[in-house]
């Protein structure tokens, strides 16, 4: 029974330390073919082999060596992404209620709608 607790234990520390190596393989990989467009291909491509030939020796000597600009593209990215999605949210949720009553205040002014048109307007953009 002791023994069985312990290959638990041990079984549970491998399973561990193996997901843990493939999320940083996975970060690794990310970092050099989709954030970090200035590095040559070649290296890329030794970065590659090294990774299959010596997976931990070399995925700790790029988090030691690239780690910085790691983190820095990664933010960069994530900073781009947000701008992004404030962007889309802009322009998907239209005009502001105040745009819409200065457009519709301008028509009036012009002549072009009545001061009833403007009032249903002005209700309109605001509900």
């Known amino acids: 029974m002791l023994d069985s607790f312990w290959s638990f234990l041990w079984s549970t520390i491998v399973i561990f330390a193996f997901i843990a190596y493939l999320m940083i393989l996975f970060n690794i990989l990310v970092d050099l073919f989709w954030r970090d467009h200035k590095t040559s291909g070649w290296i890329k491509a030794v970065w590659v082999i090294f990774l299959i030939l010596v997976p931990y020796i070399t995925a700790l000597v790029y988090l030691i060596v690239r780690g910085t600009g790691m983190a820095e ?19 998907a949720a239209g005009r502001s209620p105040a745009q819409e009553i200065a457009d519709a205040k301008a028509l009036l002014d012009g002549g ?16």
Do not use: W
């Open 73 to 91: 593209r990664a933010r960069e990215q994530a900073l781009q992404a947000k701008k992004e999605t404030e962007d889309y949210i802009r322009t």
């Open 112 to 127: 072009a709608i009545s001061q009833g048109e403007f009032d249903a307007l002005k209700v309109k953009a605001l509900h």
